[in-house]
């Protein structure tokens, strides 16, 4: 029995997993698989978690959550903290109810992250979270610059140092963070916290597209967002008062469309840039 089969509480039915990149059609079919098994959806998004952010995170529809009940959308305010840790105790226990009602847990999203934490079973503690250390290291990186700090980063985890863009100034201070706390890279922590493999049996689906078409489906989906009202849902984060710094607002879709809200673009300039990010993302997603 390798990891991914070691099982929790049904070893014969394992957790399905529908993966894939943006504007792969995760959501349909994830939709379709459990209104046949009689199952439900665990998201799998980082930016679903949030309320207030729906049309930029192409979350599932009122109709849609009728059809089918899903789990980890709309769990957190913008601006609120939701790390890895967080979402991988979230989803297990959110599995574990599911099969406890016997019904089929699906997992469905394209957070690298989330998945890998759920599926290769990897373990969390507080041990690397120091806030004031954080603080301080972008306290540093505003005074010396990113660059500095990413220069540190290839002397002590060139494996996350040549993972991350030299701009990813949020990764590459976590990176430090972890190092300078703990001793260990992110992934000599990664490798450590395996050692107990995963709750539960996963079977997985990647959704995947020529490329061509996926770009194609990627800039309709953007053309369909932006119609739908998207720069309002970005005004409305702001009026709220979620900071343009916020985590939420940096994604994709919603960091484009800050500049067309202040006025500093066009929209045609601001969906072409959404457009560009979002086939960028997939390209990336295609390599989990």
Request: proline share 4%; glycine share 6%; hydrophobic share 40%.
């Amino acid at each position: 029995m390798n990891q991914l089969e070691k099982p929790d509480f049904h070893p014969d039915l394992p957790v399905l997993v529908i993966a894939g990149p943006t504007a792969s059609g995760k959501t349909e079919t994830a939709l379709l698989v459990c209104e046949a098994i009689g199952g439900e959806i665990v998201s799998a998004d980082s930016m679903q978690i949030y309320r207030g952010m729906d049309i930029g995170t192409a979350k599932a529809t009122w109709d849609e959550q009728k059809r089918v009940p899903h789990h980890l959308i709309d769990i957190r305010n913008p601006g609120e903290r939701y790390s890895v840790a967080d979402y991988k105790r979230d989803a297990t226990a959110a599995i574990r109810d599911i099969y406890a009602r016997n019904r089929r847990p699906v997992v469905c999203g394209g957070t690298g992250q989330y998945l890998s934490a759920l599926i290769e079973g990897l373990s969390f503690s507080d041990d690397a979270l120091d806030l004031n250390l954080r603080i301080e290291l972008n306290r540093q990186a505003d005074l010396t610059g990113l660059s500095a700090l990413y220069t540190r980063l290839q002397q002590v985890d060139p494996v996350s140092a040549a993972r991350l863009a030299p701009a990813d100034r949020k990764r590459i201070i976590r990176a430090l963070e972890v190092f300078e706390k703990t001793g260990l890279t992110i992934n000599q922590q990664n490798e450590q916290s395996r050692l107990n493999g995963p709750d539960f049996s996963f079977e997985i689906f990647g959704l995947s597209h020529d490329r061509p078409l996926l770009y194609e489906r990627i800039n309709r989906r953007v053309e369909s967002m932006v119609s739908a009202g998207l720069a309002d849902e970005v005004r409305q984060l702001l009026a709220q008062g979620t900071s343009q710094d916020s985590t939420c607002l940096q994604a994709i879709g919603y960091k484009e469309m800050l500049p067309f809200c202040r006025g500093e673009i066009n929209l045609a300039d601001a969906i072409a840039s959404i457009q560009q990010a979002t086939r960028r993302y997939a390209k990336r997603q295609m390599t989990w």
